[in-house]
T-cell receptor, first 115, second 114 residues
Framework: GENVEQHPSTLSVQEGDSAVIKCTYSDSASNYFPWYKQELGKGPQLIIDIRSNVGEKKDQRIAVTLNKTAKHFSLHITETQPEDSAVYFCAARNAGGTSYGKLTFGQGTILTVHP | NAGVTQTPKFQVLKTGQSMTLQCAQDMNHNSMYWYRQDPGMGLRLIYYSASEGTTDKGEVPNGYNVSRLNKREFSLRLESAAPSQTSVYFC?????????????FGNGTRLTVT
C-alpha cells in the first residue's frame, strides 16, 4: 500500500517568513495530493490540493509543488501570519480504481508562527 | 448546513467497557470514513463505507466494528475498550463519483481509556 513520509515534524518561523513542508510517497499510481490544516480542537480542513497532471498550484499565500519523478510534493506558505499556526497534513491517494477515496496521510507538521 | 457532526466530543472509558461513537453528515455524500489520530502517526483509516449497506476494513480495524445505519449515519463501536484505543477519532465523508473530491471531516471525539 501507499506510504507517505512528512518532514519536518515541527516548524517554527517568524511572522512574515516563508514555511515549507515536504512529503514523499511510495505508490507511483497515486495521482491526487491534498493538504489539510488542523486547528486546535477541530477536524482537518482541506486548504489546497494538486493532481498528478499539474506541477504547481497556487492559492494566494499558499502553493503546492509536485515532482512525480522523485515522488515528492511540498507545501509553501509565504508571508506567514500567526493564524497560520496549526498542524498541517499531506496525503496521497490513487483517485481512480477501487480506492474509494482512501487517503494515506503523512505524520503531520506542527507549524508555529511567532509574532 | 452542519457538515459532519460527531458525538460525543469527549469520553472516558474504563478498560473493558463498550461505547459507540456517532457520526452524521448532511451533505448527501455516499462515502463515509472513520480515522484515528495519534501523535506522530498522522491519521489512520479504521473502516470506511463506500455506500449505504457496505463497509470495509481500513488500515487499523482490530478492536472496532462499524454500522452504516443509513446514508447519513456511520457509527463506530468499541466492544471492549483497551488503553491502546486512547486516541482522537475523526469521521469524514466524501462526495463520490467525483474523482478528485476531498474528504470533509467532523471535529472529532477525544477518547481516553484508563
Amino acid at each position: 500500500g501507499e506510504n507517505v513520509e512528512q518532514h519536518p515534524s515541527t516548524l517554527s518561523v517568524q511572522e512574515g517568513d516563508s514555511a515549507v513542508i515536504k512529503c514523499t510517497y511510495s505508490d507511483s499510481a497515486s495521482n491526487y495530493f491534498p493538504w489539510y490544516k488542523q486547528e486546535l480542537g477541530k477536524g482537518p480542513q482541506l486548504i489546497i490540493d494538486i493532481r498528478s497532471n499539474v506541477g504547481e498550484k497556487k492559492d494566494q499565500r499558499i502553493a503546492v509543488t509536485l515532482n512525480k519523478t522523485a515522488k515528492h510534493f511540498s507545501l509553501h506558505i509565504t508571508e506567514t501570519q500567526p493564524e497560520d499556526s496549526a498542524v498541517y497534513f499531506c496525503a496521497a491517494r490513487n483517485a481512480g480504481g477501487t480506492s474509494y477515496g482512501k487517503l494515506t496521510f503523512g505524520q503531520g507538521t506542527i507549524l508555529t508562527v511567532h509574532p | 448546513n452542519a457538515g459532519v457532526t460527531q458525538t460525543p466530543k469527549f469520553q472516558v472509558l474504563k478498560t473493558g467497557q463498550s461505547m459507540t461513537l456517532q457520526c452524521a453528515q448532511d451533505m448527501n455524500h455516499n462515502s463515509m470514513y472513520w480515522y484515528r489520530q495519534d501523535p506522530g502517526m498522522g491519521l489512520r483509516l479504521i473502516y470506511y463505507s463506500a455506500s449505504e449497506g457496505t463497509t470495509d476494513k481500513g488500515e487499523v480495524p482490530n478492536g472496532y466494528n462499524v454500522s452504516r445505519l443509513n446514508k447519513r449515519e456511520f457509527s463506530l463501536r468499541l466492544e471492549s475498550a483497551a488503553p491502546s484505543q486512547t486516541s482522537v477519532y475523526f469521521c469524514a465523508s466524501r462526495k463520490d463519483r467525483v474523482e478528485y473530491s476531498p474528504l470533509h471531516f467532523g471535529n472529532g471525539t477525544r477518547l481516553t481509556v484508563t
